[in-house]
Nanobody, 124 residues
Framework: VQLVESGGGSVRPGGSLTLSCTASGDAFNANCLGWFRQAPGKEREGVAGITGGAPGDYADTVKGRFTISQDDADNTLYLQMNSLKPEDTGMYFC????????????????????WGQGTQVTVS
């Protein structure tokens, strides 16, 4: 399974970006997907997660500003980010899970088996 992110960049505070993550390969559970970010010197943190057709789950810090969505036809995961703040700066990663037992926690890195290489978002 390969995950490839795109769409990062540099924006001013208040600006918007849309991140994309394209998945390819077998044994990929498109029902459990997430976005994480990591700022320098900080731990990786969950930003948003999505399962099936349910509304996404979000970190409190991004609720109302970010929207996670997926296009099953294209195996693509999106993260629409509006009203960006300097504290949103970091490397953003998409994450996927293979079909396996166990509880999926959208904000727990250990719930995922596949990771993209990351795309940098800088807000300043």
């Amino acid at each position: 399974v390969q995950l490839v992110e795109s769409g990062g960049g540099s924006v001013r505070p208040g600006g918007s970006l849309t991140l994309s993550c394209t998945a390819s390969g077998d044994a990929f559970n498109a029902n459990c997907l997430g976005w994480f970010r990591q700022a320098p010197g900080k731990e990786r943190e969950g930003v948003a997660g999505i399962t099936g057709g349910a509304p996404g789950d979000y970190a409190d810090t991004v609720k109302g500003r970010f929207t996670i969505s997926q296009d099953d036809a294209d195996n693509t995961l999106y993260l629409q980010m509006n009203s960006l703040k300097p504290e949103d700066t970091g490397m953003y990663f998409c994450a996927g899970r293979q079909y396996r037992s166990g509880v999926w926690r959208w904000d727990s890195p250990s719930s995922y088996d596949f990771w993209g290489q990351g795309t940098q978002v800088t807000v300043s």
